[in-house]
């Protein structure tokens, strides 16, 4: 019995991709929902569909790029979305450094794709709910909205919609965002970075 005597090494963790955004139709078209478009379309790619899971949060699991991933869209609204992702992260076994979060961020300009791993929230909401239960260790790709206008509120300015012109341009960066995801696994963090922070 040959393969008795073999060691099988585990299989690795999956990835969980969490998309971050505001639940509800009210809210799909925001600034600040732009994490939940880039999983949608990662879920298109990998043919899979989003269903109810009790961490509440909607989860679609398949391959990407031949890594099993876990993509989660938190139900909980922004500022809790830690909950929902901590609870995932705890049902299928993933660590910290397993863990993509796709957010908005307002100090880079519109489009614009920042990855990195760790560091701090830099007031995001979301990202602080994220730390306090995963700690800092996940990865980040940051999706650049830019800053409000004028002296407009920045929390209006994230719950508006994206504007007619940045619609126009919107579907590519999404697009770009969710390529950046897909080299981040299978790639890594530097070369991830080299093809497409700026």
Same mark, same amino acid.
């Given at each position: 019995?040959?393969?008795?005597?073999?060691?099988?090494?585990?299989?690795?963790?999956?990835?969980?991709?969490?998309?971050?955004?505001?639940?509800?139709?009210?809210?799909?078209?925001? +600034?600040?929902?732009?994490?939940?478009?880039?999983?949608?379309?990662?879920?298109?790619? !990998?043919?899979?569909? /989003?269903?109810?899971?009790?961490?509440?949060?909607?989860?679609?699991?398949? +391959?990407?790029? *031949?890594?099993?991933?876990?993509?989660? %869209?938190?139900?909980?609204?922004?500022?809790?979305?830690? *909950?929902?992702?901590?609870?995932?992260?705890?049902?299928? %076994?993933?660590?910290? &450094?397993?863990?993509?979060? !796709?957010?908005?961020?307002?100090?880079?300009?519109? *489009?614009?794709? =920042? #990855?990195?791993?760790?560091?701090?929230? @830099?007031?995001?909401?979301?990202?602080?709910?994220?730390?306090?239960? #995963?700690?800092?260790?996940?990865?980040?790709?940051?999706? *650049?909205?830019? +800053?409000?206008?004028?002296?407009?509120?920045?929390?209006? /300015?994230? #719950? %508006?919609?994206?504007?007619?012109? &940045? =619609? %126009?341009? #919107?579907?590519? /960066?999404?697009? +770009?965002?969710?390529?950046?995801? &897909?080299?981040?696994?299978?790639?890594?963090?530097?070369?991830?970075?080299?093809?497409? @922070?700026?």
């Amino acid at each position: 019995m040959r393969g008795m005597s073999e060691s099988t090494s585990p299989a690795p963790s999956p990835w969980l991709i969490a998309g971050l955004g505001n639940p509800g139709p009210q809210y799909a078209g925001n +600034r600040h929902n732009v994490g939940f478009m880039v999983a949608d379309l990662l879920a298109d790619r !990998i043919g899979a569909r /989003f269903k109810a899971h009790k961490s509440r949060a909607m989860v679609a699991e398949g +391959r990407l790029a *031949g890594h099993r991933v876990v993509l989660a %869209k938190p139900m909980t609204y922004m500022n809790v979305s830690g *909950g929902p992702t901590g609870a995932l992260s705890a049902f299928y %076994k993933i660590p910290a &450094e397993h863990v993509i979060a !796709i957010h908005d961020e307002l100090d880079i300009d519109y *489009g614009v794709l =920042r #990855l990195k791993r760790g560091g701090g929230d @830099n007031g995001h909401n979301g990202l602080k709910s994220l730390t306090a239960t #995963l700690g800092r260790d996940y990865y980040r790709v940051r999706f *650049g909205v830019g +800053r409000p206008p004028g002296r407009m509120d920045v929390a209006a /300015f994230v #719950l %508006k919609d994206f504007s007619s012109t &940045e =619609r %126009k341009e #919107l579907d590519y /960066f999404v697009d +770009r965002a969710a390529d950046a995801v &897909e080299s981040l696994i299978t790639d890594g963090l530097e070369r991830a970075q080299g093809a497409y @922070n700026g």
